[in-house]
């Protein structure tokens, strides 16, 4: 567990060297959290009861959603290790006895951890400071922040579980590019970042629902904001351990399966 | 102890021909060409031991390499590093050696070095006195001091090559895989280098295998050289007999005023007759001959030129190591 730690102690002070990146990512994610709630707003405005979401659950959704943005974004992918499969540079990592797939998956989590870190609290304070309906409100009950803390634990650790078939992938295809292109457009929309889910049209939100990208962000933030509310929580939950445990299942699966034929490349 | 036997290693390599035509047509159709990389390779080596590994680009060495530290697994045969398997038995056996490819990083790039060795040192385990005790030993003679504070992107490549031997020790590994360790390094940082792993080998009786293009660094440090070519093991042997049988022929520089001279029976001019007759016209040059020493001795050589014309200055030299290595390499045809 010792090494877990220190490699996550090491990815973690790597991140928070960066600390213009954080300050950009947090400008970035206040216009753009601000222009979608404007946007919104128009539409609410237009005709009030034809959402499916209650408009401050709405607004506390787009912040939770831009302050967490670091956890969740599956197009957060750490480049690095694309660079290391494509370049062979994995060769080192290989000579380590420690298994590949638990020391990547905590290198995520560590390299997404410590970019939330900088960037959640200045957005999730002055959301919270804006006025009602536009800022963010505190969750309806202890029960749903009970809840909410579950489910975005578990969230988390879907989006590295997927991600981590993202790199494995680049074993098989030389080039990383294709794989994370595909990846980013079709999680953008069905992780509910670009709209939520809860905006689809009705049958095609049902199949939805069930994917694994529904187990990501949707979930949580929905708990969050009061839009799913008891048993459905339970059921959501139980969905998300289950893909949770497919992922990593698959995750390793296909790594065992990619390292026998690895060829490392470049000499 | 380290025993090879009977591997073969495979690559599918797409190939084709320049221009866009061809590309269309590999486009729907793909060739592949299949690259025996190693083709029944055996060999052993002993605790302790220092092994070069040699030979030209493409022969093998690196996928040696990757398939004795638990990276890459064969097609066929096998192979026993301390008992255990490399490729089945990868995180137990890669507790036990140290591996430095030369063209690749392990240290982090924006970290201080001690960041990287701190890491290293938790996931392998190692206890802090231990810890200790090697880190201060290897910054003696590495001569890391202040390097070790700087962050990797700011060392220069010798002082980072020095970091990643050191990396690759701090573990007190048995068996140290070096692939081109010294490769761009300046010759005080190869010196250095190479010392080091002398001095390595002798306290703490580590097995090094070194493959390299450099044939200093195989002078320096191995006495058993194995020559791989086409994915097969051609020689394995002493390094002083190979050089022997290669350095039969000897190379005389001979500075002469007068006339040419001309050539007995186990002499050759190493330079193209054309070059001699416009020498000769000023009546003074410098000619290279090699002497076959099996035909004619050094002595006698020398002694049929002096009666031929004024010699003003003379040097013999033995074939050096890069010219056995290519000896060895036409020999086989490789």
Redesign the interface.
Known sequence: MKKYLSFFRIRFTYGLTYRAAALAGIVTQFAWGALEILMFKAFYDYNRASFPMDFSALTSYIWLQQALLALYMVWFFELELFDLIVSGNVAYELCRPISLYNMWFTRNMATRLSKAVLRAFPILIVAVLLPEPYGLSLPKDTKAAFWFLISLMLAFLVVIAFCMIVYIICFYTISSLGVRLLTSAISELLTGAVIPLPFFPEKLGKVVSYLPFASMQNLPLRIYGGDILGSEIYKGILLQVFWCAALVLTGKWMLSHALHKVTVQGG | MIEVTRVTKT?KVARRSAGLKEALKSFVHRQYQEVRALNDISFTIGDGEMVGYIGPNGAGK?STI?IL?????PDGGNCLVNGKVP?KE???H??D?G?V?G????L?W??PIL??Y??IR????VKEAEYRKNLSELTELLDLGEILRTPARQLSLGQRMRCEIGASLLHSPKILFLDEPTIGLDAVSKIAVRNFILERNRQHGTTVILTTHDMQDIEALTKRILLIGKGKILLDGNLEEVKGTFSKVKQLTVQYSGAVPKMAEGMRLSVKEQEVREQSLSGQGILTIQVDTDVLKVSEAISYLSSQTEITDISVAGASLDDVVVGLYKQYEI
């Not at chain 2, 530290?69 to 697994?73: A, F, R």
């Not at chain 2, 063209?103 to 392990?106: H, N």
């Open positions: 690559f690196s990757k530290s638990g990276i890459l697994t490729w990868r995180v137990e890669v507790k050696i591996v490819f063209q690749r990083s392990q982090w924006d970290v960041d990287s701190e890491l938790d996931i392998y385990r």
